[in-house]
């Protein structure tokens, strides 16, 4: 690595490890010896050792690959679990520059097998790899889900694409004892799992939020599930499926009158995402998500009728029609309780509600106390488990749980350490 190279790589890594995204020796080392403006060439070097993901292809306005933020591809290595001597395969190639980290980490006794289903991609990340000194890749054109048979079986599979279902390729190229890394969409939005093969299920063994991928493309191709709400923003709503919704209607609702509720449910600051706002997704259909496709301006309409106490954030829900019911976080930040001992805010719960339809409100409140009564589940202690989409569940499961059916599997998310719900 050239020398302006090797000191913003090294900010890089050093500020990852500080945040705790790098944790091992064996990441670390990665990063610091895979030269990442090689695989994004027209890149000035400030913006590569930066932690941002770069858009590398464009089709009809929608980016279909990139070369992912660095903690991001930190997070998901960690999980991974690489070893040396290791075979893994990884569904979407991308620029190439993963697949580099985890060979630095396999080392020559080991394999890494890239696949993507363009012929433009495959060539570009062969070429990006070459230049880097990582030939020993190899790296195919096929069909993320079909995976690639002919050089597994794989101690490690990764997928750098969302898919909403788990390929029955992918656990059939699983060795035994290996690993499956898929970042999942559940309703709308990803979660980076990361499953194990036990007793002929897949089950997870590290969830892990805010991660977002391009979906896989293909015969497993999913619906898409990002709506922008209007060319003059950059707020975006994460739904089960975008062409159930209206953009301009829900943009003139959000634009319009709005209701508010104080609930008898009360939360801290984070309980929201880290455990809520999974339990309204994995139950409802109607779960959407409005959140920032990069800055907000500072006079957009929308964000500022959705913010909270401290300006615009993520915001969980429902959707129906042209009603949103919604989820006004509490404060966030601790209190300062004297004597220098922080205390976290502990506020009740609102529902904002922007169109006509009332019980669309009453039905999230419902969930909310029906969180509350099943012991408040956090992602935390979320088990998801991928079952034969033939396969019956009696007997498997305890309450509380959720199913969603997919073509390949059934997935099944429940959180073992949680109470029985009391309704």
């Not at 909403?164 to 992918?170: C, E, G």
């Not at 975006?236 to 009158?257: K, T, Y």
Request: glycine share 10%; charged share 20%; with cysteine.
């Amino acid at each position: 690595m050239d020398p302006e190279a090797a000191i913003l790589a090294g900010e890089l890594v050093t500020a990852l490890r500080e945040r705790g995204t790098i944790r091992s020796a064996a990441v670390e080392a990665a990063f610091r010896a895979v030269s990442r403006h090689l695989f994004l060439p027209n890149v000035p070097l400030a913006q590569v050792y930066s932690d941002q993901s770069f858009p590398t292809k464009i089709v009809d306005g929608r980016a279909v690959s990139s070369s992912s933020q660095p903690a991001v591809m930190a997070m998901m290595l960690e999980q991974l679990d690489l070893r040396q001597g290791q075979r893994v395969l990884e569904i979407g190639a991308g620029t190439g520059y993963n697949s580099a980290l985890m060979a630095h980490i396999v080392g020559n006794s080991g394999q890494v097998v890239a696949i993507d289903i363009d012929d433009d991609i495959v060539a570009a990340a062969r070429s990006h790899l070459n230049a880097a000194g990582y030939d020993r890749v190899q790296v195919e054109r096929g069909d993320g889900a079909l995976g690639y048979p002919a050089a597994g079986p794989y101690d490690r599979i990764i997928l750098t694409v969302g898919a909403s279902d788990i390929a029955s390729a992918w656990q059939a190229q699983l060795a035994a004892g290996g690993r499956l890394v898929v970042p999942l969409v559940l309703r709308a939005l990803q979660k980076s799992v990361a499953f194990e093969p036990k007793d002929g299920v897949l089950s997870s063994v590290s969830v892990l939020s805010g991660i977002f991928f391009m979906p896989l493309r293909g015969v497993l191709g999913d619906s898409e599930h990002l709506v922008r709400l209007g060319a003059d923003t950059s707020l975006a709503m994460a739904v089960d499926d975008a062409r159930r919704i209206d953009v301009d209607r829900v943009r003139a609702a959000l634009s319009g009158v709005t209701n508010e509720w104080t609930t008898d449910v009360y939360v801290v600051a984070g309980e929201i995402e880290a455990g809520l706002s999974t339990w309204l997704e994995l139950r409802r259909p109607e779960f959407c998500h409005i959140f920032a496709m990069g800055q907000v301006a500072d006079g957009d309409l929308i964000a500022k009728r959705l913010a909270g106490p401290d300006g615009f954030s993520p915001v969980s829900g429902m959707c129906r029609a042209t009603t949103l019911a919604l989820l006004v976080r509490p404060l966030s930040g601790p209190l300062d309780a004297g004597g220098g001992e922080p205390v976290e805010h502990v506020s009740p719960l609102l529902v904002r509600t922007v169109g006509t339809d009332d019980l669309l409100a009453d039905e999230l409140v419902d969930e909310l106390r029906a969180w509350d009564a099943a012991g408040r589940p956090m992602d935390s202690n979320l088990r998801i488990r991928a079952f034969p989409a033939e396969r019956t569940l009696r007997g498997v499961v305890g309450a509380p749980y959720a199913e969603l059916r997919k073509g390949e599997s059934r997935l099944v998310f429940d959180w073992p350490d949680a109470s029985t719900p009391s309704d």
